[in-house]
Nanobody
Framework: QVRLVESGGGLVQAGGSLRLSCAAD????????MGWYRQAPGKQRELVAR???????NYLDSVKGRFTISRDNAKDTVYLQMNSLKAEDTGVYYC????????WGQGTQVTVSS
């Protein structure tokens, strides 16, 4: 079992920045991958960014060049730095961890006002 706790969401104006954090209750060193997903009202959950244990990153096309996923193994935390935010980035952002099973956090709301 893994417990994930997201933080850092909030209300920001378009063009602004936020940094989301996802803290795990155990070492993330051996996790296969960790990622950030988001779900906007009335839409399906989509992958925003994913970081594998080998350091490979992939991003949703619409956030490339604006968002950066990173990890701090010493703090058992994964981050999502979000810059140049747009109204369409609004949604609930979820952290997930891929082990032999997949675990999810409870989500944090990001609202970007235009």
């Amino acid at each position: 079992q893994v417990r994930l706790v997201e933080s850092g969401g909030g209300l920001v104006q378009a063009g602004g920045s936020l940094r989301l954090s996802c803290a795990a209750d155990r070492s993330i060193f051996s996790f296969n991958a960790m990622g950030w997903y988001r779900q906007a009202p009335g839409k399906q959950r989509e992958l925003v960014a994913r970081l594998t244990s080998g350091g490979s990153r992939n991003y949703l096309d619409s956030v490339k060049g604006r968002f950066t996923i990173s990890r701090d193994n010493a703090k058992d935390t994964v981050y999502l730095q979000m810059n140049s935010l747009k109204a369409e980035d609004t949604g609930v952002y979820y952290c997930n961890a891929e082990l032999t099973s997949v675990y999810w956090g409870q989500g944090t709301q990001v609202t970007v006002s235009s």
